[in-house]
């Protein structure tokens, strides 16, 4: 018998993709929807330092094209926006004022970049960096511009660092270890890291605050706690990723700081699950949630969750671990996918 | 862009200011010094809710066809805009009001429907149109403005321009829309991060704010008044209504006569009888008017009075569809009515050339005292075009009624046979002037007779006359590859222009293809084609009718196998379509 169903994705990244993928596959006739507030199709976040450079173009950035939906009858709908939530009616709102509805809804909306407290007082002079709109915003300022500051906190800042550098641009660097996203760095790595990048000529501000920011026409002079003064055409900051669930506040879907799903990726409504970077899910074995981060994750958790929506039941595990060597340290990692 | 062209389409229900918006903006990047060229589509009802296009192609460097495919929709109205996303072309652009007074339904917003590739710019048309003006019915305005932002237009330019075209209405009207347009300006250079490639490099540096923007219809008017027409009969038809009504404001104002006829029938008769009497005269009508009139097309041709039947050709057969686009009219404007009936038919190709061809066309209904018959179609009728002011015509097209002189008039025959058929012809009260003048066949005086050389003569008279216009029709127009051709298109009317574009695509190309297309149909620049014909290896005529009514006339002068495009789609041909066409042939 046909199906019914309307199946509807919030997010058009790995996760996303996955589960319409995965839902296609073992529901040839169900109606498959796959949302996205950017009109870029599903592209590789981590080439974006190199579409800024210019090495590569939209072609070589994106996962895959247009016609592959158009095959799989899955609907894209890009540069739509989902505002609110509505679970007991398993309605949509989306920003351009149009209602959708599913009968099964996975959120798979990634995260954005953080603000943390420590640098909050300077957030109108920070810029963050984390998607392809992003990229289109800034690599003007980024091509034409000469000196930075990176405030580094995360995975993503030292492929922005070496970006810049590689561009011929002056990048100074100030290291947050406490603050490192998604784990601590320890005085080892702080220092393998600081070893790495000075190596290259990348000026590296350990044990240092920001203490004043100011806006001039000359750029942005900045004086650290330590005394450092400079002048910087921008100030980024990756301090780590937050989950993108504020259209589901308030909605009666729990969430923490993603949304929160048990072992089998349902929240706690039955038709809805939550895949990737914007879910936390409950762990058995410690009592408690974890954020999920990095395209791996995400990919498998999609996969899953779709099956689950399919009435599968399956759990969620860690991906296999492997090493992951960043700037001079190495990790074990189960989540973070070396694409280098 | 290296060359600018850019083809805007605005889409909305009928009295959200939908055409306006377009007649604004066409207007507009005409005073800036672009070519453009609009083609609007609207319900057929008068005044309804059904769904309005306004189509404008801007372009540095000419314009032929209005474009199929649009590279901006703005949306005024959401379930009509899903229909016109189709031609959107991939990489194109969506204007839309992403705040709405209310929520759509699922599926009943445009942007919902967009294609992976292409661009939205959602702009809160709505609300800033109600901040502006104090209500939603400037939104199309706030569209503007917003296009205007994203596309880099001058805002200061765009606005003098606005309160020129609203310069004598209330100062209300006039701030309300002036508002509404700086509001939507400002929004969108505040909010909207620009993610598409289009944009205005700079406005032209020639400013032309003395240029014409004006229809096919509009143009054949002011032809015709330029060449002093003085009675203008009709009765209303889509698409040739607006003809009339310019006719109903302008021929009083210059003594002359408008009339509302009961019908078809009462126009053709009127402007005989104007002819009769000395006086241009003129009537318009379509095809289902022109079928009624066709009875009295014998009696112009009879009797040798010169008449103009303006035909802007519909889909048919019968009423058809009042607002689409046809050229099925050829068969009964060239050979319809009965008798051996020579007529003459101009047909423009574009809205310059239906100013010139009704000059013409008066002028040789007066000269040759027969009938002429000048067919518009839909698109021509309605399509925009700007153009520099049409000069005044040349006096020898003023007066073409070759009167007898005294010698004549003393024994005076109306119908004299002479070597190139036009017999000196007086109007009545003229002394010593009289004649009979009836629809049967006459002898030299009018008087009827049936007999066998009476009849023989008479008719080669009339068809004698053809001869003479033969050398007064303006050069085919030639375009394209110059040498030995792989595929010659040999267009008509409004086709033309498209079929002249797809030439040149096919050009830059590399296919070897040229095009000919002729004002007049008939007398029909027969040798010339010829020539064309024998330097093409292929033929191919596109037309919009199913019989190919154009080409199976070219037969017969041509006498070889030709490719056709038969289209009946309601629309204007399209370039995309002759080109295509032109690369199966070349390819196959
Ligand atoms: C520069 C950079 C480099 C990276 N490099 C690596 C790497 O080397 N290795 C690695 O493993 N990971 C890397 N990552 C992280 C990795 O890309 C993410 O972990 C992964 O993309 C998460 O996938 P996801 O499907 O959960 O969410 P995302 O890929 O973030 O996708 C979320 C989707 O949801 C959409 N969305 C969000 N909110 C809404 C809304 N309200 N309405 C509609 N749609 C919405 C977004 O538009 C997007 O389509 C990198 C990230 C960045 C930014």
Same mark, same amino acid.
């Given at each position: 018998m046909p199906s019914n169903d309307h199946y509807v994705i919030i997010g058009n990244g790995p996760a996303g993709n996955h589960a319409a993928d995965v839902l296609r596959k073992n529901d040839p006739d169900a109606r498959i929807t796959l949302l996205s507030n950017e009109s870029m199709l599903f592209y590789y976040k981590h080439k974006l330092p190199a579409l800024i450079k210019g090495t590569i173009g939209d072609t070589e950035l994106s996962v895959k094209g247009a016609r592959d939906y158009k095959e799989k009858n899955i609907r894209l709908r890009l540069g739509q926006e989902v505002e609110r939530i509505d679970p007991r009616e398993n309605r949509i709102y989306l920003k351009h004022m149009e209602i959708m509805s599913y009968t099964k809804l996975l959120i798979a909306s990634g995260a954005s970049p953080r603000v943390l407290p420590l640098v909050s007082n300077f957030a109108k002079h920070l810029k963050l960096f984390s998607s392809f709109t992003d990229a289109l915003n800034q690599i003007g300022d980024i091509r034409n511009g000469r000196r930075y500051l990176v405030l580094g906190g995360d995975l993503v800042s030292f492929k922005f660092v070496r970006m810049l550098k590689s561009m011929g641009k002056e990048v100074d660097c100030l290291l947050y270890p406490d603050a490192f996203w998604p784990f601590t760095l320890t005085k080892d790595m702080a220092e393998a890291v600081n070893k790495s990048l000075t190596k290259d000529g990348i000026r590296v501000l350990s044990n240092d605050g920001l203490k004043s920011m100011n806006q001039t026409c000359e750029g942005i002079d900045v004086v650290t706690d330590n005394g450092y003064t400079a002048t910087f055409d921008s100030v980024y900051a990756f301090l780590g990723m937050v989950p993108n669930i504020s259209f589901a506040l308030g909605s009666g879907i729990d969430t923490d700081r993603g949304i929160l799903v048990n072992d089998h990726l349902k929240t706690n409504f039955n038709n809805v699950y939550a895949a990737g970077d914007c879910a936390q899910i409950y762990n058995p074995d410690i009592k408690s949630y974890w954020l999920s981060v990095g395209w791996k994750n995400a990919a498998v958790q999609g996969a899953v969750a779709a099956e689950n929506l399919l009435g599968a039941g399956y759990v969620i595990t860690p991906s296999p671990k492997s090493i992951l060597s960043v700037e001079g340290f190495t990790v074990d990692t189960s989540w973070w996918e070396n694409f280098d | 862009?290296?060359?600018?062209?850019?083809?805007?389409?605005?889409?909305?229900?009928?009295?959200?200011?939908?055409?306006? +918006?377009?007649?604004?903006?066409?207007?507009?990047?005409?005073?800036? !010094?672009?070519?453009?060229?609009?083609?609007?589509?609207?319900?057929?009802?008068?005044?309804?809710?059904?769904?309005?296009?306004?189509?404008?192609? $801007?372009?540095?460097?000419?314009? #032929?066809?209005?474009? /199929?495919?649009?590279?901006?929709?703005? @949306?005024?109205?959401?379930?009509?805009?899903?229909?016109? #996303?189709?031609?959107?072309? =991939?990489?194109?652009?969506?204007?839309?009001?992403?705040?709405? +007074?209310?929520?759509? #339904?699922?599926?009943?917003?445009?942007? !919902?429907?967009?294609?992976?590739?292409?661009?939205?710019?959602?702009?809160?048309?709505?609300?800033?149109?109600?901040?502006?003006?104090?209500? @939603? *019915? &400037? *939104?199309?305005?706030?569209?503007?403005? &917003?296009?205007?932002?994203?596309?880099?237009?001058?805002?200061? @330019?765009?606005?003098?321009? $606005?309160? *020129?075209?609203?310069?004598?209405?209330?100062?209300?009207?006039?701030?309300?829309?002036?508002?509404?347009?700086?509001?939507?300006?400002?929004? %969108?250079?505040?909010?909207?991060?620009?993610?598409?490639?289009?944009?205005?490099?700079?406005?032209? @540096?020639?400013?032309?704010?003395?240029?014409?923007?004006?229809?096919?219809? =509009?143009?054949?008017?002011?032809?015709? #008044?330029?060449?002093?027409?003085?009675?203008? +009969?009709?009765?209303?038809?889509?698409? +040739?209504?607006?003809?009339?009504?310019?006719?109903?404001?302008?021929?009083? /104002?210059?003594? !002359?006569?408008?009339?509302?006829?009961?019908?078809?029938?009462?126009?053709?008769?009127?402007?005989?009888?104007?002819?009769?009497?000395?006086? *241009?005269?003129? %009537?318009?009508?379509?095809?289902? !008017?022109?079928?009624?009139?066709?009875?009295?097309t014998g009696l112009a041709v009879m009797a040798e009075v010169p008449a103009v039947i303006v035909d802007s050709q519909r889909g048919g057969p019968s009423t058809g569809m009042p607002t689409k686009h046809e050229q099925s009219d050829l068969n009964i404007a060239l050979y319809g009515g009965s008798g051996d009936s020579p007529r003459v038919v101009i047909a423009p190709t574009c809205v310059e050339e239906c100013y010139q061809a009704a000059v013409l066309a008066l002028y040789i209904a007066e000269k040759y005292q027969t009938l002429v018959i000048l067919l518009l179609d839909f698109f021509l009728s309605n399509s925009i075009k700007n153009m520099d002011p049409p000069t005044a015509p040349e006096t020898k097209y003023l007066n073409a009624h070759i009167v007898p002189d005294a010698e004549a008039l003393s024994d005076y025959k109306r119908f004299r046979i002479t070597e190139n058929g036009i017999s000196p012809r007086t109007i009545p009260g003229t002394e010593g002037g009289m004649f009979f003048a009836t629809g049967l066949e006459h002898d030299e005086r009018g008087k009827p007779v049936y007999d066998t050389v009476s009849h023989t003569r008479m008719t080669e008279k009339r068809f004698r006359k053809h001869k003479g216009i033969a050398t007064e029709i303006p050069a085919p127009e030639v375009s394209g590859y110059e040498g030995d051709a792989d595929i010659g298109v040999v267009a008509w009317g409004s086709s033309a222009g498209a079929a002249r574009e797809a030439v040149e695509y096919a050009n830059e190309k590399g296919i070897k293809a040229a095009c000919f297309s002729s004002l007049f149909i008939s007398p029909f620049p027969e040798s010339e084609l010829k020539l064309f014909s024998k330097r093409c290896r292929k033929i191919l005529v596109p037309e919009m009718n199913y019989s190919g009514q154009f080409a199976n006339m070219i037969a017969r002068y041509l006498e070889r196998p030709m490719e056709r495009l038969n289209l009946v789609t309601g629309l204007p041909m399209a370039s995309e379509d002759i080109l295509k066409k032109i690369e199966e042939i070349e390819y196959l």
């Open positions: - | 862009m290296s060359r600018l062209d850019l083809v805007v389409e605005i889409c909305g229900s009928a009295g959200e200011g939908t055409i306006s +918006a377009g007649e604004i903006l066409s207007r507009f990047m005409s005073e800036e !010094g672009y070519d453009i060229m609009s083609f609007d589509s609207y319900p057929a009802e008068i005044r309804g809710f059904g769904k309005c296009v306004a189509h404008t192609r $801007i372009s540095r460097g000419g314009v #032929l066809t209005p474009g /199929k495919f649009a590279d901006v929709l703005i @949306a005024l109205n959401d379930i009509h805009s899903i229909g016109q #996303l189709s031609v959107l072309k =991939e990489k194109g652009v969506l204007i839309y009001d992403n705040k709405p +007074a209310r929520y759509h #339904l699922e599926d009943q917003s445009v942007v !919902g429907w967009l294609e992976p590739g292409m661009t939205p710019y959602g702009i809160p048309l709505t609300e800033l149109s109600i901040k502006a003006s104090g209500n @939603a *019915r &400037a *939104r199309n305005m706030v569209a503007l403005g &917003a296009f205007s932002a994203l596309f880099g237009i001058d805002r200061d @330019a765009f606005t003098e321009s $606005i309160r *020129r075209r609203y310069g004598k209405k209330q100062q209300a009207v006039i701030d309300s829309n002036v508002n509404s347009f700086l509001e939507g300006y400002a929004w %969108t250079l505040e909010n909207v991060r620009k993610m598409d490639s289009f944009r205005f490099d700079g406005m032209s @540096a020639e400013v032309k704010r003395d240029q014409l923007i004006i229809n096919g219809n =509009e143009a054949t008017a002011m032809g015709a #008044l330029a060449a002093g027409l003085h009675l203008y +009969a009709g009765y209303p038809i889509t698409p +040739a209504t607006k003809i009339m009504e310019i006719m109903s404001k302008e021929l009083p /104002k210059r003594g !002359g006569i408008f009339l509302q006829t009961e019908d078809e029938i009462s126009s053709i008769a009127h402007v005989i009888g104007a002819g009769f009497a000395g006086e *241009r005269a003129m %009537t318009g009508t379509s095809g289902p !008017g022109f079928c009624l009139m066709s009875e009295f």
